[in-house]
Nanobody
């Protein structure tokens, strides 16, 4: 079992920044972030693949940056130039590359509003 603990959500004005953190209880190679806007399905935001590459949703490229600290089993999401359409519950995701099972964090609310 892998537990994921997220932090860093909140309310921010348009154009502002937030940094999300997700700490895993043990080492796991694929880690990333998804989000679920109000009334919509869950969508990929950014992820580290099993090869260590990063993938981003087109809507966040150039504004969001995913990074990780392997020693701390932690992945971060730096979100800049936030827009109202970034409002969503953000979920940390992790999986082992040879498994189809996904681990999920509890979710953290990000609200972008003036």
């Amino acid at each position: 079992q892998v537990q994921l603990v997220e932090s860093g959500g909140g309310l921010v004005q348009p154009g502002g920044s937030l940094r999300l953190s997700c700490a895993a209880s043990r080492s796991i190679n694929v880690m990333g972030w998804y989000r679920q806007p109000p009334g919509k399905g869950r969508e990929l935001v950014a992820i580290f693949t099993n090869a260590g590459n990063t993938n981003y949703a087109d809507s966040v490229k150039g504004r969001f940056t995913i990074s990780r600290d392997y020693a701390k089993n932690t992945v971060y999401l730096q979100m800049n130039s936030l827009k109202p359409e970034d409002t969503a519950v953000y979920f940390c995701n992790a999986k082992y590359s040879l498994s189809s099972y996904n681990y999920w964090g509890q979710g953290t609310q990000v609200t972008v509003s003036s």
